[in-house]
């Protein structure tokens, strides 16, 4: 099974600021990997899939990038309604594994 | 509107059965591959199960396989989810999702809104 570790696990920011969270494969997963979004007693919704194409409707605040076992999802300018836990996946094969999430909250 | 709306969760006792449904509509149902994803209380998410369009190829996780079988109805436009010898790890919120394309991997786009799954005496 291909595991995904997501870092940081937690992560505290303002209105305004620039946040990346980054996850890694276990082995390659040639840009297998899409990230989403959770917010409370919600279901998650894609952002980004094939590693760094937005999802249409996702804001461009949002961008991914990565290739081999290391990928990454920027946002740009935190708005009040990013307040989240994201998740990344991967998708190159069964099982598709999902990274711990990272939860991020308002400082 | 692209929609799945899940139903059949409910509280059950260890070793009972359960059939969690979903119905889709506003989108071709029989052209996409489908999911099941389940987040125990508290926890992350864990992909359960996937079926292809015409049901061809079906793949479950370790901790389901034997147990869980994935099914679906084109002409009903509805997935299935049969989970026999529960135990209390299986309580948690599934979740049906879509997957963007049929016959490759690819990432879920559209999800249902949950349903509630409690394996206790």
């Known amino acids: 099974d291909i595991q995904m570790t997501q870092s940081p696990s937690s992560l505290s920011a303002s209105v305004g600021d620039r946040v990346t969270i980054t996850c890694r494969a276990s082995q390659g997963i040639s840009n297998s990997l899409a990230w989403y979004q959770q917010k409370p007693g919600k279901a998650p919704n894609l952002l980004l899939y094939?590693?760094?194409r937005l999802e249409s409707g996702v804001p461009s605040r949002f961008s991914g990038s990565g290739s081999g076992t290391d990928y990454t999802l920027t946002i740009s300018s935190l708005q009040p309604e990013d307040f989240a836990t994201y998740y990344c996946q991967q998708y190159y094969s069964t099982p598709y594994t999902f990274g711990q999430g990272t939860k991020l909250e308002i400082k | 509107e692209v929609q799945l709306v899940e139903s059949g969760g409910g509280l059950v006792k260890p070793g009972g059965s359960l059939r969690l449904s979903c119905a889709a509509s506003?989108?071709?149902?029989?052209?996409?591959?489908m999911n099941w994803v389940r987040q125990a209380p508290g926890k992350g998410l864990e992909w359960v199960s996937s079926?292809?369009?015409?049901?061809?190829?079906?793949y479950y996780a370790d901790s389901v396989k034997g147990r869980f079988t994935i099914s679906r109805d084109n002409a009903k436009n509805s997935l299935y989810l049969q989970m026999n010898s529960l135990r209390a790890e299986d309580t948690a919120v599934y979740y049906c999702?879509?997957?963007?394309?049929?016959?490759?991997?690819?990432?879920?786009?559209?999800w249902g809104q949950g349903t509630m799954v409690t394996v206790s005496s």
């Open positions: 506003g989108f071709t149902f029989s052209s996409y591959s």
């Open positions: 999702a879509r997957a963007r394309r049929d016959g490759y991997p690819d990432a879920f786009d559209i």
């Open positions: 094939a590693a760094s």
């Open positions: 079926i292809s369009s015409s049901s061809s190829y079906i």
